[in-house]
């Protein structure tokens, strides 16, 4: 560990005194660079995160944190501290959660069986019910390699367009088609994944890549606002499918969980439930 820690200072004191010959890199890990526009980028989003104001001590905090977690995280790894239980139970239990998570919205996609034309009616009939004060234009890229993502980045920051980044790179159909126009979001109908920053984010930023349940590395630029404004049906489709099958009453999804407790030989005791 005290070597490790020798590394961060050596690393922060050669920042410090100019040592890189490429002035372009803040610092070096494993073997990755990490360009000052990258850095800035994440330092300026936290900042305004955390209601923070820049000072000469908050970069060189960040700068150390977020060594410090790559450090320990690295480190963690070589002393396999996967294994140790605790850690091990949180991890399986995340793993666990995600996995049912995401189950439970295609079961009941399947179950439900709502079909395009149902969902496309109740957008049209309940239009007013997707009004919202406050959207977000997204221009996005979407890959599915994580080096072409931090490509496209390094050029976007240069000052490239992601509009023609999307034409020509996406591997998302839709978005290549539309030249990276991703649609006006709300809040509600943002991914967890990136949500935080995008609405800490002001227009013109590039945000990413994040690696999202599509297995795409997702990178975003916040195109800039709209005001009382519809939600696409694209962007409402989730909300209208989870409100249909709101509507439909749980005996669907009662005959399914029952058919499964058969098919998994789950045995049950109602008695039990009886005690004092």
Partial sequence: MKKGLFLIFAVLLAVSCGSFKDEGIIYVFKG???????????YVLWLRQNGLTDSDELRRN???NELSEKL???TGLKEGVESIPEVKIKIDNFRKNTIIEYMKKRAKKEIYAIDDEAVRAYYI???DKFIRDKLYRLYAVRVSSKKMADDIVEQLRKGSSIRMLSARFSNDESLSRNNGDWG???EEVMDELWKKDVLSGLPGEILGPYLDSDNYYTIIEIAGFAYKRHLSFNLAYPLIIEE??????TEKWDRYTDMMIKEYGAKINMENLNWE
Wanted: hydrophobic residues 40%; proline residues 0%.
């Fill in 244 to 249: 249909l099958v709101g509507q439909s009453g």
């Fill in 72 to 74: 320990l995280y690295e």
């Fill in 184 to 186: 006006l979001f709300s």
């Fill in 32 to 42: 990755e660079a990490v360009s000052v526009s990258d850095f800035k980028a994440k």
């Fill in 125 to 127: 009939e309940n239009k």
């Fill in 62 to 64: 960040y700068l150390f």
